[in-house]
């Protein structure tokens, strides 16, 4: 009797397993961004980094698939902070890539001079992340069929996390449309999970150059659709803080 009890029980495991085994993956349906805003005091600080960025730190990630945006303030020479957007497709990859990026022998070795260098004389002063999450209105970037010259990113800050809500819900509700209608690019919207300035949404434009920007700038914030759109008192107080940043593309850039 116990051996019997003992072979159904075995055969009960065994199908659940199996029934376990057939579970589809569910795919992710919005794409995770890392933003990253390194601090860099010096040309050659700022030189030593492009280096191992170009040279190690994009190649090991695009060997994971993930691409790589790189960006330098526009036209501003004397300013040396370095922006970098890794896109994942999901948060699995996201949390998977800082494991795959020391278990990858080929930057482990070619990085290791640099990161030996960098205890000593260390090439950036901080490096503050946004890790935020796709909006429903564009769940994946839109990259530029060819390189653009002039991109724009932009940070807007909420008084609280309803607000932020509000905000993100009047992208997608029309606001987007409205960008699209004027000529304003948008490579990605996503919405901070977790950064030093929550809560908090940042999103990227790019043109072909700074005069393309103006133009149509002009237009999507004179239009009578976002004229009427900003009037809507369930928009009221979204954001409290919103700021911009001209950005130049970087030769190691993948957008």
Do not use: H
Not at 59 to 74: D, H, L
Not at 84 to 93: A, E, R
Not at 143 to 148: A, G, I, Q, V, Y
Not at 190 to 215: C, F, H, K, S
């Amino acid at each position: 009797m116990k051996k019997i009890l003992l072979l159904c029980l075995l055969a009960i495991v065994a199908a659940a397993c199996g029934n376990g085994a057939q579970t589809p993956v569910q795919e992710a349906s919005k794409e995770i961004y890392e933003v990253r805003l390194y601090t860099i005091e010096s040309a050659e600080k700022a030189a030593s980094f492009d280096a191992f960025a170009q040279s190690q730190l994009v190649p090991a990630y695009s060997r994971m698939g993930i691409k790589t945006g790189a960006w330098r303030e526009y036209e501003k020479d004397s300013v040396y902070t370095r922006y970098l957007v890794l896109i994942y497709n999901n948060i699995d990859q996201f949390q998977q890539s800082k494991t795959d990026l020391w278990a990858d022998s080929v930057f482990v070795q070619e990085s290791a001079a640099w990161f030996k260098k960098n205890l000593d004389d260390p090439a950036y002063k901080r490096c503050e992340t946004y890790l935020c999450e796709a909006f429903d209105g564009q769940p994946f970037a839109a990259t530029p069929e060819s390189p653009r010259g002039f991109y724009e990113m932009r940070i807007y800050n909420s008084p609280d996390e309803e607000a932020l809500e509000r905000k993100v819900r009047m992208f997608n509700s029309g606001e987007m449309d409205i960008f699209a209608a004027a000529g304003v690019n948008c490579l990605f919207f996503g919405q901070a999970m977790a950064g030093p300035e929550t809560p908090v949404l940042i999103y990227m434009t790019w043109y072909n150059n700074i005069d393309e920007r103006e133009v149509n700038w002009e237009k999507f914030r004179t239009s009578d659709a976002w004229t009427q759109m900003k009037a809507d008192p369930q928009y009221d107080r979204a954001t409290s803080t919103t700021r911009n940043v001209y950005l130049s593309p970087l030769p190691y850039s993948q957008f």
